[in-house]
């Protein structure tokens, strides 16, 4: 199973959580400091990092995380706290997998890394495989889920550059086509994880090869494939067993242009629910208000939900509706086919089409759906690059429709807004002049109204830091329909808890993370000045 490294300046905690963990397997250490942790990171090289933030102090925690990162960045770290606004806010809890409040069960912690399982492969099932020919595995349960992580390259591909984009990969299982998935260059040493179904017992190959039609003229590289079988009686199974294919939309074929990147999968109340990044938003809302009403230009969709006790199903159709879903299945698999400019989706065949089987990341969202792409901060990348491709980027300061300046120029806000009424939009005034930039550019429609964990951004000129922000304003307006005088004419705004702000760096991923906060409410006309904290 997994190596773990456990953290806890608790000798009794730590000495059960090991009994705990050894019993399932899993290779344990222990370290009751910040340096016992440090010391241990280089002979161990743990796959996950089991820790309490306050070591004895949040501080310490805090730093042990950035350590951790920058040691071993493809270490998964799950933190423990009794006080989660620590860690809240700050940029440590984008470098965090989860974050569990105390007290919580051994359970959940061991939900949690049995999920990690599902990317780290059983090593009984693995099979290396290179270009020269097919991995070999083999499958023992009837009833079991297989899962693949496949470590691939594309050369020289640049999702910014006509010619040499991607490649498009297809699966192969015993020779017969078993999905795709995008090969970006901007992903480079990640593996493209993706479900397979199910399989016969007994002997398989899995191979990989290029679409030609679909892809740029590069060399496809297939280091290793791992291969992972997930009985019923696993936890991670459900999760997987239902997770949808999604087709691809029909005029996004051979366009390299609003591509599925990743899945990731919620649970609630027994209800799992799957949503899809898709790498941009061809219609349905401009670049310019995806950027101040969302903060980035990536499409963040939820596709189906079902309950496995029950059998009830949604999926987001046409005109964001959700309705139950009707088509067909592969085993617990529905098959969803792309059906709108803004990635609604209706039932479909995959059959003789582009379908793609990406396995969902169980997640444990706390705050905004953008918290997904923090772990993953390549897709910044490869939607900034589209936009430009497509020539969706203007200069700074221009007057140009819907188009927007290059991504990096923009200050991305994170908030927990509460609005009775009311829409916020971010306000920006630099060191340097008397300028105010705003979110919402003037536009009414642009101020954010929605409760709860959101992200807009605003327009600063190019080579703007955090460290050039003279002050950092939230303006509350009421925001009545313009046409008809109608609606609230009164309201409020405030902010559940701190936020934070960051900027892309040079590589289009985020940096400059900052947190601030603000106390109490206020009405609407009013500019409440946020506090940038160290």
């Known amino acids: 199973m997994a190596k773990i490294l456990v953290v806890d300046d608790d000798a009794e905690q730590l000495n059960l959580r090991r009994m705990i963990l050894e019993r399932r397997g899993h290779e344990v250490a222990l370290a009751g400091s910040r340096a016992g942790a440090l010391a241990l990171l280089g002979d161990f090289r743990p796959r996950c990092v089991l820790m309490d933030l306050r070591l004895p102090t949040a501080g310490e925690g805090l730093a042990l995380i950035r350590e951790i990162k920058a040691a071993s960045p493809e270490a998964e770290i799950y933190v423990l706290t009794g006080w989660p606004e620590d860690i809240e806010g700050r940029s440590e809890r984008n470098m965090a997998s989860e974050v569990f409040t105390k007290p919580v069960r051994m359970e959940r912690l061991l939900g949690a890394l049995a999920r990690l399982g599902v990317l780290a492969a059983a090593f009984l099932l693995t099979s290396a495989a290179s270009a020269a020919g097919p991995a070999k595995f083999k499958v023992s349960g009837a009833g079991s889920e297989v899962v693949a992580s496949i470590s691939i390259t594309a050369p020289g591909a640049d999702w910014g550059q006509k010619g040499r ?13 078993r999905g795709h998935a995008w090969v970006f260059g901007e992903a480079k040493g990640k593996a493209v994880n993706v479900f397979l179904g199910r399989l016969p017992v007994g002997e398989h190959t899995l191979t990989v090869e290029p679409v030609k039609s679909e892809s740029a003229n590069l060399p496809l590289e297939t280091q290793a494939v791992q291969v992972t079988e997930i009985p019923p009686s696993d936890p991670r199974y459900q999760a997987v067993a239902n997770a949808p294919v999604i087709i691809a939309r029909a005029d996004t074929l051979g366009r390299f242009s609003d591509v599925p990147m990743l899945a990731y999968s919620e649970e609630s109340q027994g209800a799992l629910r799957y949503t899809v990044i898709f790498s941009n938003e061809d219609g349905g809302t401009s670049t310019r208000d995806l950027m101040a009403r969302w903060g980035r230009t990536t499409d963040i969709e939820f596709v189906y939900q079902v309950t496995p006790a029950t059998g009830a199903t949604l999926i987001q159709a046409k005109g964001h509706k959700e309705i139950p879903y009707s088509g067909a299945y592969e085993g617990k698999h529905p098959s969803l086919e792309v059906s709108t400019l803004n990635n609604m989706v209706a039932p479909g065949s995959a059959a003789g ?29 490869v939607a900034s690059k589209e936009l430009a491709r497509e020539g969706k980027i203007r200069k700074f300061g221009e007057v140009l429709d819907e188009t927007i300046s290059d991504p990096r120029n923009y200050l991305v806000a994170e908030l927990n807004s509460a609005p009775e009424s009311a829409g916020v939009q971010v306000i920006v005034k630099l060191k340097n002049g008397g300028v105010r930039y705003a979110s919402a550019r003037g536009m009414v429609e642009s101020y954010v109204t929605r409760p709860g964990h959101i992200r807009l951004a605003t327009e600063l000129p190019p080579g703007t830091r955090i460290a050039d922000i003279a002050e950092l304003l939230l303006d509350c307006v009421v925001t009545p329909d313009t046409k008809e005088r109608k609606g609230a004419r009164d309201g409020s705004c405030g902010l559940n808890s701190p936020g934070r702000v960051m900027l892309l760096g040079p590589d289009y991923a985020p940096a400059q993370w900052r947190a601030f906060r603000a106390q109490g409410r206020w009405r609407n006309g009013t500019l409440a000045l946020l506090e940038l904290l160290p």
């Open 353 to 381: 089409k582009l379908d793609f089987r990406l396995l969902p990341e169980p997640a444990a969202l706390t705050g905004s759906r953008e918290t997904f792409m923090d772990r993953h901060p390549w897709t910044y990348a």
């Open 165 to 177: 984009e991607g490649v498009l990969a297809r699966i192969l299982i015993d020779g017969k086509p």
